[in-house]
């Protein structure tokens, strides 16, 4: 322990050294000929140099079109990728040291870049801290976790652990991060078994607001370990993850499709599902209600997987009743059925979501709601490409229990009623359609509130994984966990670096 104190002291050492030397080149350049680009990215390139990339370059421009959704493709004035934790710290010092209070040195934290909402992991002329390098997946077989970089996309991750046969409590899409997902939250085909992906972690490392590393467990910084689960990025950068591996070779499941004329039954299959979860803890039910603009036809998809090798398990059996259009369901390995979950990246989004009281009225609602709207769409849309989905998921009692049971996390899940979550998701290909299909979501998704709200049914929780603009997913953690993150926010960022110089994401100073 000592020992190792001694050694990060040395490397925090070196660590503000380069960046009082960074300081120091920026303002000789300032000085000297007057730079075109921000003072931060002057500072930035002097530290960092060829991890540093300006907007003339191809991988700025990689980076950029490699944000899931068009709306977050925004264009910093330059992109780190730090290569290892000390250059994650060595950035933040620099930027942080260097801080002239100009929306240049803002800058945003970026993994996997998923989020939705725009400015949440990218910056437009500030600065996009890219973690895409720290994506690596280390198996530790004699302590029973995997240490797993932010930057890491889940197939990358369930493909290194393959040839071990073990698994984690990971994303259900390929493509996703694995930084954004776990300080979220993090539901998985596991989270009725094993909690959320949050619960799984048994150390966090993350660097802070003054460049120093720090460990984050159930030991040491416990009560950063336990904000770190849910609290987002209020706190620090994580640069790697501990979470712990479970044995996995392969299990059942796949993507069911529907005609939407199998809408009631769907409804109440989905109801009882979720209410009878924690009799069949290894069952994961996921329907998605569309409409495509393309095919002019109303779909039920269901992806449904049984963490275990048993074929047609009796917790599916509502849905084996009805005519389905086609099936994929099988045995696979884990990577193969995430890589069949990823919808098409590159359009734009709008994202809101809602957790209920387990109630089919409120899905019967939103189904009927997102129905009514597609005349409007069809005769005021643009494009030819537009998707509306309504997608549920069971957010059973257990998955709370499972929280508290691992000790703890931010979410503030109910462990005792059952709910389920509504994501409105829709998409589209044209930008001209922006403003329809935003203003179409925010009306279906608040007659959808009110009417749960009549029905006495609303849930308080907001998941910030879904979470939409405007929406306040903090707040919906409940009282005492809102409080929490902000205490450790100031006892772990006491300059404000992560709410002030970080705009992006969801803020506990603006919960
Ligand atoms: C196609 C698709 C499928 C999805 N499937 C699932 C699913 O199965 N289960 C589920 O729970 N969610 C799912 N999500 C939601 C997903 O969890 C969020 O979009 C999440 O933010 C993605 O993580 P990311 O690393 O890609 O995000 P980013 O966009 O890179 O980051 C999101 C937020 O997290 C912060 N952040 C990222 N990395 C760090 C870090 N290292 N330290 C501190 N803060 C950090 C960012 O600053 C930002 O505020 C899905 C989303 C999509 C688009
Ligand atoms: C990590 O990222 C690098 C650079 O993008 C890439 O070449 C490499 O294949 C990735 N590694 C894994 C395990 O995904
Ligand atoms: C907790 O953090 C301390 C301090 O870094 C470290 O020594 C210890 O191994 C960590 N525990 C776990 C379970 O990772
Ligand atoms: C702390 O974490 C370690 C490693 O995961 C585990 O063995 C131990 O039981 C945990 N202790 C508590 C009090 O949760
Ligand atoms: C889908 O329909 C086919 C043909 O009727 C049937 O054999 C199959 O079992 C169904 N699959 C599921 C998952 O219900
Ligand atoms: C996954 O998919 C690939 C390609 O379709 C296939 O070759 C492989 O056998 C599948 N199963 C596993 C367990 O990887
Ligand atoms: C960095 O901040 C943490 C939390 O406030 C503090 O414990 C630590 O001593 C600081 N380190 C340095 C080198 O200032």
Redesign the pocket.
């Known amino acids: 322990m000592q020992f190792l104190s001694f050694l990060s ?1 040395i490397s ?1 050492g070196m660590t ?1 050294l380069c960046a009082v030397f960074a300081l120091l080149v920026a303002f000789l350049n300032s000085t000297g000929q007057a730079t075109s680009s921000s003072s931060c990215c002057a500072a930035l390139q002097s530290a960092l140099q060829s991890q540093v990339f300006n907007v003339n370059t191809d991988t700025y421009q990689r980076s950029v079109e490699s944000y899931w959704s068009l709306d977050t493709q925004l264009r910093p004035a330059c992109i780190v990728q730090p290569r290892n934790p000390q250059e994650v710290s060595l950035a933040v010092t620099t930027l942080v040291t260097t801080n002239d209070q100009s929306p240049q040195c803002q800058f945003a934290i970026r993994s996997g870049g998923h989020s939705a909402v725009p400015g949440t992991s990218n910056i437009q002329g500030g600065v996009t801290i890219d973690l895409s390098l720290l994506n690596s997946t280390v198996y530790h077989p004699d302590k029973g976790f995997a240490s797993i970089g932010p930057g890491a996309r889940w197939e990358s991750v369930y493909k290194e652990l393959k040839q071990y046969d073990v698994t984690v409590t990971g994303g259900r899409d390929a493509t996703v991060g694995v930084g954004g997902l776990i300080t979220g939250g993090g539901n998985s085909f596991f989270a009725a078994e094993h909690g959320f992906g949050c619960d799984n972690v048994v150390n966090f490392e993350i660097i ?5 590393l ?1 460990n984050a467990n159930n030991s040491t910084h416990a009560d950063l370990w336990k904000a770190l689960k849910g609290g987002s990025g209020n706190f620090g950068i994580v640069t790697r993850f501990d979470l712990t591996t479970f044995p996995h070779k392969y299990f059942w499941g796949g993507m069911v499709e529907y005609d939407g004329f199998t809408t009631p039954q769907q409804i109440s299959a989905l109801v009882d599902f979720t209410d009878r979860i924690a009799e069949d803890r290894y069952a994961s039910l996921l329907p998605m209600y569309r409409y495509d603009s393309s095919s002019d036809f109303n779909r039920v998809a269901v992806a449904m997987h049984y963490t275990k090798p048993e074929a047609f398990p009796s917790a599916f059996q509502d849905f084996y009743r009805l005519p389905n259009i086609s099936s994929t369901v099988r045995f696979d390995h884990i990577y193969n059925f995430t890589r069949e979950m990823s919808p098409l990246a590159g359009l734009h989004h709008i994202l809101l979501t809602q957790t209920f009281i387990n109630d089919a009225r409120v899905v019967q609602k939103a189904i009927e709601l997102q129905n009514h709207y597609i005349s409007e769409a069809k005769a005021k849309a643009h494009g030819n490409d537009w998707t509306l989905i309504s997608l549920f998921q069971p957010f059973p009692a257990v998955f709370g229990q499972l929280a508290k049971h691992k000790g703890g996390n931010m979410l503030g899940l109910d462990d005792e009623n059952n709910h389920i979550l509504y994501l409105l998701g829709y998409s589209w290909d044209n930008t001209a359609d922006n403003d329809l299909f935003n203003s179409i979501g925010y009306k279906v998704f608040g007659e959808v509130q009110s009417y749960a709200k009549e029905l006495g049914v609303d849930g308080r929780y907001v998941y910030l994984n879904y979470a939409g603009k405007g929406q306040n997913p903090l707040q919906s953690y409940g009282e005492d966990n809102a409080r929490e993150i902000a205490r450790v926010a100031k ?4 300059q404000g670096v992560f709410q002030r110089q970080v705009p992006g994401g969801f803020k506990i100073s603006m919960a």
Do not use: R
Request: charged share 10%.
């Open positions: 002291s925090f503000l802070l607001a003054n460049g120093s720090i006892t772990y960022d006491p």
